[in-house]
C-alpha cells in the first residue's frame, strides 16, 4: 500500500477509506495497535500473513505479540467506503478528527494528522533517507 491520504472521523466514529486503499484492504480489514501512536490496518490477507508469522514463533514469543490480537478488530465498510473505528482503538492512537491515513506497504497505518505531520517531516529529510538507505546497504 502507498500514498496519504487525509480524511476526518465523523461524529459516530467511522472514517473514510481512500478508494486506492479500499482496493487493497478489501471489504473487510483488520485494525490493531502498533508500537507507535497510531493503528495499523490488514487486509485479510496480510493479517492471516501476519497471524502465520505469529504462529510460527515459539510459545514464549508469542505471548510477547498478545496486544495485537487483543486490542484487534475486524472492520468492514459500509456502502459510502466507511469503516467505525471502534473507540478504544481511536483512543490509543489519539484519533479525535483528522486522520491521516498512509499506506505502508502490506499495511496503512492510521494517525492523528497533528501526531502525524513531524513524523513525516522528520522522515522525508534528504540526511533521513539516506541514512536510512545506508543502514540497510540499499
Not at 11 to 40: H, M, N, Q
Not at 64 to 73: S, T, V, W
Not at 80 to 85: E, F, I, K, N
Amino acid at each position: 500500500m502507498t500514498g496519504e491520504y487525509q480524511h476526518s472521523l465523523d461524529s459516530k466514529g467511522r472514517l473514510f477509506i481512500p478508494a486506492r486503499l479500499r482496493d487493497e484492504l478489501g471489504e473487510t480489514f483488520y485494525l490493531t495497535v502498533s508500537d507507535e501512536r497510531c493503528l495499523w490496518a490488514y487486509s485479510a490477507e496480510s493479517w492471516q500473513a501476519f497471524v502465520d508469522k505469529v504462529r510460527s514463533m515459539p510459545y514464549v514469543d508469542r505471548k510477547k505479540m498478545r496486544p495485537f490480537f487483543a486490542c484487534a478488530a475486524k472492520c468492514d465498510l459500509d456502502a459510502q467506503g466507511r469503516a467505525l473505528l471502534p473507540q478504544a482503538l481511536r483512543d490509543f492512537a489519539g484519533l479525535t478528527k483528522n486522520v491521516t491515513v498512509v499506506g505502508c506497504d502490506d499495511h496503512a497505518e492510521l494517525w492523528d494528522s497533528d501526531t502525524w505531520r513531524p513524523v513525516h517531516d522528520g522522515e522525508t529529510t534528504p540526511e533521513y533517507i539516506a541514512s536510512i538507505m545506508k543502514e540497510l546497504n540499499f
